[in-house]
């Protein structure tokens, strides 16, 4: 909502700077998101009479006009518009002036053709949006006039407010300046009109309403000689800075109307309304109308429409118009439509319809059901001054059931105890009384309030708080803090999830964040499965599912690394994933999981990540049992079990896959279900006795079948070895063609027992019972 | 039969052959080349000699040489199919690896956490530290968690605040991607009684183009106390204690009326510009204030939603952006750096 200052104070009495009025505006919650000057800055600007125009002999994109700038002198200007002719009065910034936007104008030479001075269109002297063609003035006025005294402008200053959807009041000049005039304790009133008298001769419009319960005031009134013709400058001004175009004097009291008391309203051409009369009533199946913006629109029974007499359609109840009963310059009497629209169905329809109107919005948030014939009266009054208007005869108003504001009980001890304020009775009462809250005391401090009909959003207790706290102001509630008597903390899984990414961080990965979201063929892309949760309404092609594994997204987070030559960067995500729910079930399966990728890197790699995160996260229960996976490489991937159960897969990505996102080299993976995972079984940190003893090594070496995992042999040593076993360690690989289907693996054991140094006869019975159990237990033989 | 017909059928049953015979994709794009892959290919050659007969012989010639050409190409692509599937099972046979055959190696890098995990670690400790606790809710959720437990029925013009994604699950828009963190409030309440003093983190989506300020996958935190004589004045001092802490003690926090259906009174908070510590600067246009986060006190209705008597208990909501925060705090002027997981940008913090 655009509302210019000299408006406001058409109401109130309101001075002070407009930075103040400006911040006093956002404190009520009518916030400014823009401030705008209007008219300042062209006191250099004149009226100037083109006296030729030719074209420029070295461009064809501007042309060379003479001027008469009031002197009676020529003066050339190199112009890029074409939209005028010689006789024509336009506004000429001479050599020197400085425009509103900060343009300082100077004599250029233009290929050869001096320009003294600038032509201007209304963009560019900030009075319209109009920026294609320059501004043609009004051929009576004299060369070398000042544009400001031209025109009639004043200066004035706009406040850009951004209106929230409870405050319908606040789409409307009027509701504006209620609210700003009771901040600042200044007297607010909008003056009285008598209702339009029936004219001399009695002239009506005949009005039915069909749909009572769509429609539940609807009222005519006719006014007869009218003249067409532009607004007068200080209406068009407004109008322009509130937003919106001038058309011609009756449509644009139209609007001005609209824009000051928040009441949409119609004009019709009552000469082209068949039957002389209009009727409100549902669509039926399949009925189509053309509006205003020449569209065909589709309609059906729960849209409410304004009918000629007859019944056919002439426009969208409280959207829109049609165009056949548009008001044009042949108008000469005026049926005026002003009437109260359920506002659930003009949101259903401007909804369906994708339209959204000035109107439908004031309609849909509710205008003021006291408020039709105010604006009625205003209207005509306005009609009367800029068009010549006079009203034919009374107006035809037809009422159904309109809403009745809310009358609320208002505690001041409740107020108090919400806001954490001490305002007395008196205070409550006398915040809500400017704003039309009348308040009547009902003892002990309560009252009854009765809401003013334009805020229908008011209808408890705690809604009239509301505008106790927003007049008493937000700033002045003094702050406290909550006597917190829990103690907080996180959750166990939250600080594990913490630790889990600590550990990570210190193997020298770095954490990831990619979009829930993929496109339909990123799974085929990454070798999953093509179950997901798609979504419904994707603005974009790459939203069109929700990832049911992080792979594809940590993919692509490699391949742009290494796009950027950083090919061996590791990386890990925490995120949820979303499977299809379970039959019967709304919501989809959605654990969090955790996820390794490092570029550059093998299988081995991935498994030595892994490594580090269960001993950092003390799980005990873990194993890996070979396997294929999706999206893995078939013979360098393996299940992760956790407490037996399976709770993801680690190794290396597919080949194929790789191939798929260009990334050359390995990729070592591993996601896992990080809930699953952590609800395993886990060493409880408790000390372990470390020995005082000098420890003893032995290295042992086996040729060991290469079905035999490492960690298989790896695991009948540590059992054999027994408790004075300090630490085992893999520290040698070695293949050889005299080893075909075998391989080397040598172990370092450290030893000691915690109550004595280990003897050599101790150290060779553990070494012979560890070589014993390897060799008795696996294909494998010790390497001599 | 014609002398050509003859050639074509030698040359289709010798390239036949050929294809069957190959073993390797290389070799088989060698044959395809000398057989049908262009004007020097054997049925091309061919093809070339139909200019030599007449009309009907030449029709049926030329019938024969594309049956053949398609046969062959035909037997090159079936082939084709199974080498390279041999050849991907052969080198996925020589490439297995015993995962656990690993033997440990010392590293010295050091990784990076994300900033907005940094972010969000730090702003759960900091109500953590006030006594809160952090909960936290599925990302996609029903319409009525995100909409109508919080005071928005169907239909409700506020709705429209939110450009939501919708999931095809369920009943039509039944199934939606959070929208915002307050889900998480009403499951809280549903499961626990008052006292409640919590914090909920994550992931929120919203139906927007990305740009320099919005992803439509976003980060989002949200608090909620409830408790006996919870008023305004305490939310207004909790986000002032929670603004000097996580941006530091020059900054401060102001509330200014605003609207949610869920909260009422509600307010939007500002915090004094961060550049400029409410001096004003380009980034807070001047106004030494920038917008962070919408509050305000629990709706009745929302109460009234999660089986809560607003008569005994009152509190406040909160909620505002984790991925804004650390923009705020680090200098960042474009919120896709959060996703785009550039290493470039990750080790930087």
Same mark, same amino acid.
């Given at each position: 909502m655009r509302v210019p200052l000299s408006w406001l104070r058409d109401f109130a009495p309101i001075s002070g700077h407009p930075a103040d009025l400006a911040a006093a505006l956002s404190g009520l919650g009518l916030v400014v998101e823009g401030m705008e000057t209007f008219g300042e800055g062209l006191g250099d600007v004149i009226v100037a009479r083109v006296l030729a125009t030719r074209p420029h002999p070295n461009a064809d994109k501007v042309q060379v006009v003479d001027v008469d700038a009031g002197d009676g002198a020529d003066l050339q200007i190199v112009c890029g518009a074409f939209n005028f002719a010689a006789g024509d009065l336009v506004p000429l910034a001479p050599v020197g002036a400085r425009l509103p936007g900060g343009m300082q104008i100077g004599r250029r030479n233009v290929r050869g053709q001096w320009s003294n001075g600038m032509l201007c269109s209304g963009a560019e002297l900030a009075?319209?949006?109009? #920026?294609?063609?320059?501004?043609?003035?009004?051929?009576?006025?004299?060369? #070398? @006039?000042?544009? @400001?005294e031209a025109l009639g402008i004043a200066a004035d200053v706009v406040f850009d407010l951004d209106v929230t959807p409870n405050r319908p009041d606040a789409l409307s000049v009027a509701g504006v300046a209620r609210d700003l005039a009771a901040h600042l304790g200044v007297p607010f009133s909008i003056?009285?009109?008598?209702?339009?008298?029936?004219?001399?001769? #009695?002239? @009506? $419009?005949? $009005? $039915?309403?069909e749909a009572p319960d769509l429609c539940p005031q609807f009222t005519g009134t006719v006014l007869s000689g009218v003249s067409i013709g532009a607004s007068p400058q200080w209406m068009a001004q407004r109008l322009t800075l509130a937003g919106m175009r001038p058309i011609n004097n009756i449509v644009d009291v139209s609007n001005y109307v609209m824009l000051e008391l928040g009441q949409p309203n119609h004009p019709y051409d009552l000469d082209r309304l068949p039957g002389g009369g209009l009727l409100v009533r549902r669509a039926r199946d399949g009925e189509t109308l053309v509006t205003l913006d020449d569209v065909e629109r589709a309609l059906g029974p729960d849209d409410c429409l304004i009918c000629d007499a007859n019944g056919a359609a002439v426009g969208i109840a409280g959207v829109m118009g049609g165009a056949s009963s548009e008001i044009s310059a042949a108008t000469t009497t005026v049926a005026l439509e002003a009437a109260w629209f359920d506002p659930v169905a003009v949101a259903r329809t401007s909804k369906r319809l994708g339209l959204r109107t000035e109107a439908s919005v004031r309609f849909e948030r509710g205008v003021d059901p006291d408020g039709v014939n105010r604006a009625v009266a205003r209207f005509c009054q306005l009609a009367g001054e800029v068009a010549g208007a006079t009203v034919a005869g009374p107006s035809v108003d037809v009422r159904g059931d309109l809403p009745r504001p809310a009358r609320v009980v208002l505690r001041t001890s409740r107020v108090n105890a919400i806001l954490g304020t001490g305002l007395s009775p008196a205070d409550v009462s006398g915040y809500l009384q400017p704003i039309g809250f009348r308040s009547t005391p009902t003892g002990d401090g309560d009252f009854r309030v009765d809401v003013p009909s334009w805020r229908p959003d008011c209808e408890r207790e705690i809604d009239v708080i509301e505008e106790v706290a927003? &007049? &008493? #102001?937000?700033t002045r509630i003094a702050r406290t803090m909550p006597a917190i008597t829990k103690v907080g903390g996180l959750s166990a899984y939250q600080r594990d999830r913490r630790r889990a990414r600590e550990i990570l961080v210190g193997a020298g990965l770095s954490e990831a964040w990619a979009t829930s979201f993929l496109a339909a063929e990123d799974l085929a892309r990454a070798g999953l499965p093509p179950d997901a949760v798609e979504v419904e309404n994707p603005l974009a092609a790459e939203e069109s599912l929700l990832r049911p594994s992080l792979l594809p997204g940590l993919l692509r987070a490699i391949a742009s690394n290494a796009g950027h030559r950083r090919p061996d960067v590791g990386l890990f995500e925490i995120g949820h994933i979303f499977l299809l729910p379970p039959p019967g079930e709304q919501l989809p399966n959605e654990p969090e999981h955790l996820a390794v990728a490092l570029g550059g890197g093998d299988a081995q790699d991935a498994v030595r990540i892994w490594n580090v995160l269960t001993d950092g996260m003390r799980l005990v229960d873990v194993a890996l049992e070979t396997t294929s996976l999706p999206g893995l490489h078939p013979t360098r991937s393996a299940r992760v079990l956790a407490g037996g159960?399976? $709770?993801g897969g680690i190794g290396e990505v597919d080949p194929q896959v790789l191939a798929a996102y260009a990334i050359e080299g390995r990729v070592g993976w591993f996601e896992l279900d990080l809930g699953a995972l952590l609800a395993s079984p886990r060493r409880p940190a408790i000390h372990r006795p470390i020995s005082r003893f000098p420890s003893a090594d032995i290295d042992l070496a086996f040729v060991v079948e290469e079905t035999v995992p490492a960690a298989a042999v790896e695991r009948t040593l540590s059992r054999a070895a027994g408790d004075v076993l300090e630490r085992i360690e893999l520290f040698d690989v070695f293949r050889s063609p005299s080893l075909e289907g075998e391989r080397s693996l040598a172990w370092r054991l450290r030893f000691s027992a915690l109550d004595h140094t280990l003897t050599e006869d101790e150290l060779t019975a553990l070494r012979l019972r560890a070589i014993d159990a390897v060799t008795s237990t696996h294909p494998a033989r010790l390497r001599g | 039969m014609t002398a050509l017909a003859d050639e074509v059928a030698a040359v289709e049953a010798d390239g036949l052959g050929r294809v069957a015979a190959a073993r390797s994709v290389a070799e088989l794009r060698l044959v395809e080349q000398e057989l049908v892959g262009g004007k020097r290919s054997a049925l091309a050659l061919l093809n070339s000699r139909l200019g030599q007969l007449d009309v009907e012989e030449r029709k049926e010639a030329g019938r024969s040489i594309n049956a053949a050409r398609s046969r062959v190409q035909a037997a090159v692509a079936d082939r084709a199919e199974k080498l390279a599937a041999g050849e991907r099972a052969a080198r996925i046979e020589a490439e297995r690896l015993d995962l656990t055959e690993v033997i440990e190696r010392r590293h010295a890098t050091r990784g990076h956490r994300h900033l907005v995990t940094q972010a969000r670690d730090e702003l759960e400790d900091l109500f953590v530290a006030? !006594?809160?606790?952090? %909960?936290?809710?599925?990302?996609?959720?029903?319409?009525?968690?995100?909409?109508? /437990?919080?005071?928005?029925?169907? %239909? +409700?013009? /506020?709705r429209s605040m939110w450009d939501t994604l919708y999931v095809r699950l369920g009943a039509a828009e039944s199934t939606l991607l959070?929208? +915002?963190?307050?889900?998480?409030?009403?499951?809280?309440?549903?499961?626990?009684?008052?006292?409640?003093?919590?914090? %909920?983190? !994550? =992931?929120?989506? =919203?139906?927007?183009?990305?740009? /320099?300020r919005h992803l439509p996958v976003f980060h989002q935190i949200e608090g909620l106390v409830v408790d006996r004589g919870i008023t305004f004045g305490d939310l207004a001092g909790t986000i002032e204690a929670f603004t000097s802490a996580y941006f530091g003690p020059n900054i401060h926090s102001r509330l200014r009326p605003s609207f949610f259906p869920f909260?009422?009174?509600?307010a939007e908070f500002e915090v004094s510009c961060i550049f400029c510590e409410g001096r004003g600067c380009r980034v807070c246009s001047q106004s030494g204030w920038i917008e962070l986060g919408g509050c305000g006190m629990v709706d009745p209705n929302v109460f009234a939603a999660a089986g809560i008597d607003p008569e005994e208990y009152s509190g406040f909501a909160f909620g505002f952006g984790i991925d804004r925060c650390a923009m705020m705090r680090h200098d960042i002027d474009d919120i896709r750096h959060f996703i785009a997981n550039d290493i470039r940008f990750l080790e930087q913090f």
């Open positions: 009075l319209s949006a109009d #920026g294609e063609g320059i501004m043609i003035l009004d051929a009576e006025l004299a060369p #070398g @006039t000042p544009l @400001t003056p009285e009109l008598p209702a339009p008298a029936g004219g001399e001769y #009695g002239a @009506t $419009v005949s $009005v $039915v309403v927003r &007049h &008493h #102001g937000y159960r399976p $709770v | 006030m !006594g809160y606790e952090v %909960a936290e809710g599925p990302e996609v959720e029903t319409d009525w968690y995100n909409f109508e /437990a919080l005071n928005m029925p169907p %239909a +409700h013009p /506020a959070r929208t +915002h963190t307050s889900p998480v409030q009403i499951r809280v309440m549903q499961s626990q009684p008052p006292p409640i003093y919590i914090v %909920a983190p !994550g =992931r929120c989506y =919203r139906r927007d183009t990305p740009d /320099a909260t009422e009174p509600s």
